[in-house]
């Protein structure tokens, strides 16, 4: 395949995800206000953050490698952001109280988790040594291994009837984007 067309092929399947992972920030983000769910939001906050990585990357295809570099330091920044952001919700609602609703967590989670499985196999079917490729991999990964959290959260949720699984999930969820953030950071530092 030549590089233009992979370049090509490239920029249709970060669009495509740019357009999925867009869509699950409008539906996680309405479904966790509504359920009143730290995790939800946590996610959709996630989603939102990896549709400007995607567009980021998107911009990136073709282009030279310090602005592929640039490009893939600042998803990663963007990840620890939003992992502060989570944080500083999960506190909140720590404080203010919460009582998120255990059924539409869980619906919404295998929801986002089979888009985030069709984006993960879509970025990988590319198998790309690009730094921001890799980032996008880490962030659709990320999104699927939330989205496992959020399921059993809502599970306990109802179970238990207490709003701390909600919570810890949005923690671990934020621990998730940290690492994520790093790993990037750290790719984008190599040397090419």
């Known amino acids: 395949m030549s590089s233009h067309e992979n370049e090509r092929r490239q920029r249709r399947i970060l669009l495509l995800v740019f357009a999925l992972n867009a869509a699950l920030f409008v539906g996680l983000g309405v479904a966790g206000w509504l ?12 989603n939102a953050s ?12 073709g ?3 310090m602005w592929k570099t640039r490009a893939a330091r600042a998803s990663g920044i963007m990840l620890l952001i939003f992992a502060a ?9 720590t404080v203010m109280g919460t009582e ?4 539409t967590m869980m619906g919404m989670a295998v929801i986002a988790a089979v888009v985030n499985l069709l984006c993960l196999e879509l970025i990988r079917r590319q198998r790309s040594d690009d730094v921001n490729m890799k980032a996008a991999e880490t962030f659709s990964f990320n999104d699927f291994a939330s989205n496992g959290g959020i399921l059993v959260a809502g599970g306990l949720v109802l179970w238990l009837n207490q709003s701390w699984p909600d919570l810890l ?17 750290r790719d984008a530092s190599q040397p090419a």
């Not at 549709?51 to 990357?57: E, K, M, N, Q």
């Not at 998120?100 to 059924?103: A, T």
């Not at 999930?169 to 950071?185: F, P, Q, S, T, Y």
């Open 85 to 93: 952001g989570v944080l500083l919700d999960v506190l909140r609602r």
């Open 63 to 65: 282009r030279a490698l």
């Open 50 to 61: 990896d549709s400007a990585v995607y567009l980021i990357s998107f911009l990136a295809v």
């Open 100 to 103: 998120p609703i255990g059924w």
């Open 35 to 46: 359920a009143d769910s730290s995790a939800l939001l946590a996610n959709a906050l996630d």
């Open 169 to 185: 999930v949005g923690v671990i969820v934020a621990g998730i984007a940290v690492k994520g953030g790093i790993e990037i950071l």
